[in-house]
């Protein structure tokens, strides 16, 4: 049997050429990803830079680098893929469709991780602050891309979804420094309310942590059914907010009393009228 070698020459000139473009496009393919590699490096080194001189939530800074290197070695790969003559194109379809059904799945996981990235960034609260949100009341432990816990005073920890924060009112009681005191007194019909108003006044002036301005006031509110009713109104540090309103409902009560202005407890009085005349009454015999 002959070997024939023009044969095997033809093969070896029609092969050569696609070798050497093959070797050409795997060594395109190799420096794109060195370069490509060393300018997400430079990236993420300026991205850090510019995070850690802002003043953005670290657990946000942290997953948005995360974030955007995932994505800068995605489009990397698709370069290199295009580079080795892949058509990338079916590729990306092919993504687009996983992340599809991976977002139809995760629909409420999408909507706490959105929530997660409003409240990291526009901060409706922070650690530490005392809200109220979704029917709990209690201060801020922990806020996480997902989920925010929330410490009631009673020390049940509460998990909050983030969607649902992000998406409904929330009551931040640590936004501002003060707050206002509100008390409700009650004192007995026919009490001189001018004199009662002073001795409330006085009393709230000897609490140092009540503040003068705005200064504390007494308003008459209401005819109660069993009590003329004032509003007391002072300010306070926001932390100091339940001991001034505790001490001080406990000092006007002392204070009034002292002064021997009455504070009444719920009564009713009944009044029995009769026609003019005689009125017979009689016994009844049961049967």
Same mark, same amino acid.
């Not at 990803?33 to 990236?43: E, N």
């Not at 300026?46 to 489009?75: M, P, Q």
């Not at 504390?216 to 109660?224: E, L, M, R, S």
């Not at 009034?256 to 009454?281: A, K, M, S, T, Y």
């Given at each position: 049997?002959?070997?024939?070698?023009?044969?095997?020459?033809?093969?070896?000139?029609?092969?050569?050429?696609?070798?050497?473009?093959?070797?050409?496009?795997?060594?395109?393919?190799?420096?794109?990803?060195?370069?490509?590699?060393?300018?997400?490096?430079?990236?993420?080194?300026?991205?850090?830079?510019? #995070?850690?001189?802002?003043?953005?939530?670290?657990?946000?800074?942290?997953?948005?680098?995360?974030?955007?290197? *995932?994505?800068?070695?995605?489009?990397?790969?698709?370069?290199?893929?295009?580079?080795?003559?892949?058509?990338?194109?079916?590729?990306?379809?092919?993504?687009?469709?996983?992340?599809?059904?991976?977002?139809?799945?995760?629909?409420?996981?999408?909507?706490? #991780?959105?929530?997660?990235?409003?409240?990291?960034?526009?901060?409706?609260?922070?650690?530490?602050?005392?809200?109220?949100?979704?029917?709990?009341?209690?201060?801020?432990?922990?806020?996480?891309?997902?989920?925010?816990?929330?410490?009631?005073?009673?020390?049940?920890?509460?998990?909050?979804?983030? *969607?649902?924060?992000?998406?409904?009112?929330?009551?931040?009681?640590?936004?501002?420094?003060?707050?206002?005191?509100?008390?409700?007194?009650?004192?007995?019909?026919?009490?001189?309310? @001018?004199?009662?108003?002073?001795?409330?006044?006085?009393?709230?002036?000897?609490?140092?942590?009540?503040?003068?301005?705005?200064?504390?006031?007494?308003?008459?509110?209401?005819?109660?059914?069993?009590?003329?009713?004032?509003?007391?109104?002072?300010?306070?540090?926001?932390?100091?907010?339940?001991?001034?309103?505790?001490?001080?409902?406990?000092?006007?009560?002392?204070?009034?009393?002292?002064?021997?202005?009455?504070?009444?407890?719920?009564?009713?009085?009944?009044?029995?009228?009769?026609?003019? *005349?005689?009125?017979?009454?009689?016994?009844?015999? @049961?049967?």
């Amino acid at each position: 049997m002959e070997f024939d070698t023009n044969s095997m020459d033809g093969i070896i000139q029609s092969v050569t050429p696609l070798v050497l473009l093959a070797l050409k496009n795997i060594l395109i393919a190799v420096v794109v990803y060195f370069i490509g590699k060393w300018v997400i490096g430079l990236a993420m080194k300026a991205l850090t830079k510019i #995070f850690d001189k802002s003043d953005l939530d670290k657990s946000l800074s942290s997953f948005l680098t995360s974030f955007v290197r *995932g994505l800068l070695y995605v489009l990397l790969i698709l370069a290199v893929l295009a580079t080795l003559g892949v058509e990338v194109t079916a590729f990306v379809a092919i993504l687009g469709a996983a992340g599809l059904a991976v977002g139809l799945a995760l629909q409420g996981s999408l909507a706490n #991780f959105a929530g997660g990235v409003l409240i990291l960034v526009f901060k409706p609260f922070k650690i530490g602050d005392t809200v109220e949100a979704q029917g709990t009341l209690g201060s801020v432990e922990k806020i996480d891309i997902l989920y925010t816990t929330i410490r009631q005073f009673d020390n049940k920890v509460v998990t909050v979804p983030n *969607g649902n924060l992000a998406n409904n009112n929330i009551t931040n009681f640590s936004e501002k420094p003060t707050r206002r005191v509100e008390m409700a007194v009650g004192v007995a019909y026919g009490t001189d309310l @001018k004199l009662t108003r002073k001795i409330i006044l006085d009393t709230l002036k000897k609490d140092e942590r009540i503040h003068a301005d705005p200064a504390p006031a007494v308003y008459f509110t209401n005819f109660g059914d069993n009590s003329l009713d004032l509003s007391v109104r002072c300010w306070s540090d926001a932390g100091d907010l339940w001991p001034v309103f505790w001490d001080n409902m406990e000092n006007i009560k002392e204070s009034l009393e002292e002064n021997n202005i009455e504070v009444p407890f719920p009564q009713r009085d009944v009044h029995h009228f009769f026609p003019e *005349g005689n009125i017979e009454l009689k016994n009844v015999e @049961k049967k």
